[in-house]
């Protein structure tokens, strides 16, 4: 999976971030040949890949942040493609209240922190699993509405 950086993208090169995460999880370049294809039900497989770092004791630091960080980017653009978000940068008071510099703004103008959605995932189990956040999220287009593309 590479994708190892040491800054991390503003909003305008998380498309392109994730992007290239994605292509080393589904090419089988980095041993994974994982079936993401920025649907709702592909985060099914977050879910799984992040379970699956738990149950083998990862500590979130180093590689494993740098997946961490791949995975709540495809959160973030399935948000993006499937329900209309846009990738901005956080200001400082929200990169202090999110602890991170990204997130996406829903078509109703609220901000939402996919990146730190993935670390609660990994941090607290399924019950912050990201399929469902999707799944309860205010502010989506819903498929069929004018800028959204069906899930």
Not at 21 to 28: Q, Y
Not at 128 to 133: A, G, L
Request: proline residues 5%.
């Amino acid at each position: 999976m590479g994708t190892e950086t040491t800054a991390r993208p503003t909003a305008g090169r998380m498309r392109g971030h994730v992007a290239h995460f994605v292509t080393d999880l589904t090419s089988g370049r980095a041993g994974h040949r994982l079936p993401l294809d920025y649907s709702v039900n592909s985060l099914r497989i977050v879910d799984a890949v992040i379970e699956g770092m738990r149950r083998q004791g990862a500590e979130p630091a180093g590689r494993v942040a740098e997946v961490l960080f791949g995975l709540g980017g495809y959160l973030g653009e399935v948000m993006v493609r499937q329900a209309g978000a846009v990738w901005v940068d956080f200001d400082a008071g929200q990169c202090e209240r999110f602890g991170q510099p990204v997130g996406v703004r829903m078509p109703d103008g609220r901000v939402w922190n996919p990146l730190g959605r993935v670390a609660n995932r990994f941090a607290y189990g399924s019950r912050e699993s990201v399929r469902t956040f999707y799944l309860m999220l205010h502010g989506r287009h819903r498929p069929g509405e004018a800028g959204s593309e069906a899930a």
